[in-house]
Each structure stands twice: as C-alpha cells, then as structure tokens.
C-alpha cells in the first residue's frame, strides 16, 4: 500500500475537500481501493440531526472519484455519468467517518467505482456505485481556479 504518492498536491486546495474535511488514509494499488477519512461538521446536517443526503452522495462521490485518481497515479480523474446509492443509517453530527472507494473496472471510455461510509466500529451508513468516464484530472491551474 502507498500513502501521498497517490495523492494529488494540490488536492488540500479543492473547495469541495474543505466542505467534506476529505483525509486522504491510503491507497492499495492490488485491490485499486482507497481509504478516507471524514469528520461531520453541522453544516452538513439537517434538523434530524444527520447528514442531508444530497451531502451523502458528497461524500461517496469523493471516495469513489479518489480511488480512480489514485489507481491513475494523479493523472486522470472520473466525470460521473450516473450515481446510485443507498443511505442505510442517518450518519450523525460529529461522526468519524471511513471512506471506502474502489475501480471496479476501468476502461477506455467507461469506469465503474464503488464505495461505502463506514462508522469507525465498521457500521455501514450508505453505499454507493457510479458510472463515469476517464478525464484528465483538472487542477486549479487548468481550470482557472488558483489563488
């Protein structure tokens, strides 16, 4: 398993990794999976005092897009088609939460993920499976967004 080379720099750098406290933990290159950390903050919830869904599927989309990222060694980046998933428990205020992403396959024009959120004790709070297409992996310098 390998740790930043897989990271991209500049991710720290992204809005939306500010919004979900994205916390890159490793990647496995032989099961092309990536581990990430998340820790809620109240903005992300709703009066029921859970996650709102739509920020759920945030947070999958992050994990899942990071293993291809990964698995790419920082060059390409996924372009969702299509997101499905399944919001098992409310995911609570404060929460710790473990990431998993991973390359289901990887084709030329089409790239199957899949992820889960996980409680620390491993308690499933939502999955996820998406269908994307391989892009080069945008930075703040190529979308006009530094500084």
């Given at each position: 398993m390998s740790e930043a080379m897989?990271?991209?720099d500049?991710?720290?750098q992204s809005p939306h990794t500010a919004l979900l406290g994205s916390q890159f933990v490793k990647f496995d290159e032989a099961t092309q999976s990536v581990t990430m950390r998340f820790h809620v903050k109240r903005e992300m919830t709703t009066w029921r005092g859970g996650v709102q869904g739509g920020l759920v599927a945030g947070y999958l989309d992050d994990v899942m897009g990071y293993a291809y990222v990964a698995a790419t060694g920082g060059e390409m980046a996924p372009?969702?088609?299509?997101?499905?998933m399944s919001l098992i428990r409310l995911i609570p205020?404060?929460?710790t939460i473990i990431g998993k992403g991973?390359?289901?396959k990887a084709g030329r024009r089409v790239i199957f993920l899949e992820g889960e959120l996980l409680a620390e004790d491993g308690t499933i709070y939502a999955r996820a499976t998406s269908t994307a297409i391989p892009t080069p992996r945008p930075t703040p310098t190529s979308t006009g967004m530094e500084g």
């Open positions: 897989h990271y991209p500049d991710a720290g372009l969702n088609l299509e997101l499905s205020e404060g929460a991973r390359v289901v």
